[in-house]
């Protein structure tokens, strides 16, 4: 039973913006805006600094390979040390290897002609504009430089896991925005559970058909496993959906579910999708508590993100 006295007990203020403001004081100023998408990313940071100076909480981020593409990359690297585990997709590792190589990503335009980019030999993501050669070729030549330095290691294994062999990719790559590298530095573990899903994948395939190495998927799921059964307090920041997202709630059902989440989305619920569903669907499948601090945030995480990690101080 609602109380109108509770549902009108926060009346809306106006932003006053001021020059020179910082983004701390700009997001202050919206804490009672009222209204939209605006007010889920107040929510949501309040949300996340809470759930970061849970000294229990283990935390979780999230995200897909799209945004890697972009200069959203280095945000990402840079948030890689405020979390316990992150969680991603194959294209991430294309992705993040391929510009850690050299590889020179452009800005395009979604109205581009494909069929005349295709004749030329660039790809587009969106509107970002991809040579081929500075995907394809500069990601296969730095896998066979990590993996021919990794196997002449002498603690060589021969089975790996995909996190530990992410984790071998991380010490070796040399830049400093690359998101493995700032995972390895930080001691961060990067799960990737669709791993032969992309570039990366063929990569591996390729290599173990010559070489003694096998890949070891369901050992990570081991360690999610016993994550999930370990931890008592668990969060995330979810940036976009599909795998990356699901197989973050998917293992934490197992504890009773998420006690923070945040997620940052572009995608309908009506279609009945898993990057759609708005986080209290989660709550139905005991994969958020019932009583878990979440918010699900509408919009493009290119914009919604620098300034959530900028008024966290995430840097």
Same mark, same amino acid.
């Given at each position: 039973?609602?109380?109108?006295?509770?549902?009108?007990?926060?009346?809306?203020?106006?932003?006053?913006?001021?020059?020179?403001?910082?983004?701390?004081?700009?997001?202050?100023?919206?804490?009672?805006?009222?209204?939209?998408?605006?007010?889920?990313?107040?929510?949501?940071?309040?949300?996340?600094?809470?759930?970061?100076?849970?000294?229990?909480?283990?935390?979780?981020?999230?995200?897909?390979?799209?945004?890697?593409?972009?200069?959203?990359?280095?945000?990402?690297?840079?948030?890689?040390?405020?979390?316990?585990?992150?969680?991603?997709?194959?294209?991430?590792?294309?992705?993040?290897?391929?510009?850690?190589?050299?590889?020179?990503?452009?800005?395009?335009?979604?109205?581009?002609?494909?069929?005349? #980019? =295709? @004749?030329?030999? *660039?790809?587009?993501? &969106?509107? $970002?504009?991809?040579?081929?050669?500075?995907?394809?070729?500069?990601?296969?030549?730095?896998?066979?430089?990590?993996?021919?330095?990794?196997?002449?290691?002498?603690?060589?294994?021969?089975?790996?896991?995909?996190?530990?062999?992410?984790?071998?990719?991380?010490?070796?790559?040399?830049?400093?925005?690359?998101?493995?590298?700032?995972?390895? #530095? =930080? @001691?961060?573990? *990067?799960?990737?559970? &669709?791993? $032969?899903?992309?570039?990366?994948?063929?990569?591996?395939?390729?290599?173990?058909?010559?070489?003694?190495?096998?890949?070891?998927?369901?050992?990570?799921?081991?360690?999610?496993?016993?994550?999930?059964?370990?931890?008592?307090?668990?969060?995330?920041?979810?940036?976009?959906?599909?795998?990356?997202?699901?197989?973050?709630?998917?293992?934490?059902?197992? @504890?009773?579910?998420?006690?923070?989440?945040?997620?940052?989305?572009?995608?309908?619920?009506?279609?009945?999708?898993?990057?759609?569903?708005?986080?209290?669907?989660?709550?139905?499948?005991?994969?958020?508590?019932?009583?878990?601090?979440?918010?699900?945030?509408?919009?493009?995480?290119?914009?919604?993100?620098?300034?959530?990690?900028?008024?966290?101080?995430?840097?």
């Amino acid at each position: 039973m609602y109380s109108k006295k509770e549902l009108l007990a926060k009346p809306v203020r106006d932003i006053r913006l001021k020059k020179g403001m910082k983004v701390s004081d700009l997001i202050s100023s919206m804490d009672r805006m009222g209204g939209f998408s605006g007010q889920h990313m107040v929510e949501g940071i309040g949300i996340l600094e809470r759930m970061l100076k849970d000294k229990k909480s283990y935390n979780f981020l999230s995200f897909t390979a799209d945004l890697v593409s972009t200069g959203l990359r280095g945000v990402l690297a840079d948030g890689v040390k405020h979390f316990d585990a992150i969680m991603t997709t194959c294209g991430t590792l294309d992705h993040d290897i391929a510009r850690a190589a050299g590889g020179v990503y452009s800005m395009g335009s979604f109205g581009a002609d494909d069929t005349e #980019l =295709h @004749k030329i030999g *660039v790809y587009r993501l &969106g509107n $970002v504009f991809i040579e081929n050669e500075q995907y394809g070729m500069e990601l296969e030549k730095e896998f066979n430089r990590i993996m021919a330095d990794i196997a002449k290691a002498p603690d060589y294994k021969k089975v790996y896991s995909p996190s530990e062999l992410l984790y071998e990719f991380g010490k070796r790559i040399g830049d400093p925005h690359s998101i493995l590298r700032q995972a390895y #530095l =930080h @001691k961060v573990p *990067v799960f990737c559970p &669709g791993i $032969v899903d992309g570039a990366f994948g063929t990569q591996l395939t390729i290599y173990a058909q010559d070489h003694d190495f096998r890949l070891d998927i369901l050992r990570d799921e081991h360690i999610l496993s016993d994550i999930s059964f370990d931890q008592k307090v668990t969060g995330a920041l979810m940036v976009g959906g599909g795998i990356s997202k699901h197989h973050v709630i998917w293992w934490n059902q197992f @504890k009773g579910g998420l006690d923070y989440a945040v997620y940052i989305t572009t995608s309908s619920q009506f279609d009945g999708s898993l990057s759609g569903a708005r986080l209290t669907e989660a709550v139905s499948w005991g994969k958020i508590k019932e009583k878990a601090k979440y918010t699900t945030i509408d919009g493009d995480a290119t914009i919604i993100l620098p300034i959530m990690f900028s008024a966290l101080d995430i840097v």
